[in-house]
């Protein structure tokens, strides 16, 4: 078998192995149940930020000043590119800005950031996947399990959040499975441009979390202080650190083994 079969391939089943699970937790979810797992969505968000992809970011590039900037100057892209989607739906049909009566979801805004930013995540996978099995290929089945399971729980939140922002099921299925489609292209470019690639993993780790931030912090917290009352709290709290501990489970259980 090719180096090249074994990329493809485990790019693949990678991918498909984290959104199937994703999906098949969050299909098995009603609405009231999505509302509520929010926040261990947010939870797995900055724990993946802060705990897996900014670190990896550092280790690859650690010139902080440079990541910073990326990292700000993404969470102002960000920004802007919500309002324009804001913009577009307000063109469309009713939104915020003519109608004052709030909706439970905020018309795919937050959706759309995740998805940027993990389509930028999922590339660089395909990039670390494909460098791992042209070193060597037991190197590379090892690199594929470990992405996989650090993928696992960070995709049922990503689900949840398209959920959240109003996208049907199948709906937040298929852009999850052509979000994941950027972890085999990341393989391939990587195979064959090796050398430009490498070059580009910080930046674009940089900008997949600047994408998580943004989401958890201006999508997704402030919807949390609609409930204000302490028993509601403590559930917020209790979820969001279920969602770190979760991501922090699968690096102890990816790294022991």
């Known amino acids: 078998m090719s180096t090249l079969a074994w990329i493809i391939g485990s790019s693949l089943l990678g991918a498909l192995l984290s959104v199937g699970t994703a999906a098949w937790f969050s299909y098995h979810a009603n609405t009231k149940t999505i509302q509520k797992l929010v926040s261990y969505a947010i939870g797995t968000l900055l724990g993946a930020t802060f705990l897996e992809v900014l670190p ?3 280790e690859a590039n650690p010139d902080p000043k440079f990541l910073s900037a990326i990292i700000l100057g993404g969470i102002l892209g960000f920004f802007v590119l919500e309002k324009f989607v804001l913009w577009r739906h307000c063109h469309l049909e009713a ?8 909706t439970q979801t905020d018309n795919g805004r937050s959706g759309t950031m995740i998805l940027v930013g993990d389509t930028f995540h999922n590339f660089v996978d395909g990039v670390l996947i494909a460098a791992a099995f042209l070193t060597d290929v037991r190197l590379g089945i090892i690199t594929t399990i470990a992405i996989t399971a650090h993928e696992i729980p960070q995709e049922v939140g990503d689900f949840l959040i398209l959920l959240n922002s109003g996208f049907s099921k199948r709906k937040a299925l298929l852009w999850n499975l052509i979000s994941s489609g950027a972890t ?12 430009v690639v490498n070059g580009l993993i910080a930046p674009f780790l940089a900008l997949a979390a600047a994408s998580m931030i943004y989401v958890a ?7 949390l202080h609609k409930r204000t009352d302490l028993k509601a709290t403590a ?23």
């Open 95 to 102: 939104c915020e800005g003519h109608d004052h009566h709030l």
């Open 235 to 257: 559930e917020q709290i209790i979820l969001i650190l279920l969602g770190v501990g979760t991501i922090v489970a699968a690096d102890y259980i990816v790294h022991f083994h």
């Open 184 to 195: 085999l292209v990341g393989g391939l470019v990587a195979y064959f441009a090796f050398e």
């Open 56 to 58: 990896h970011a550092f």
């Open 217 to 223: 912090v201006a999508d997704l917290i402030p919807g």
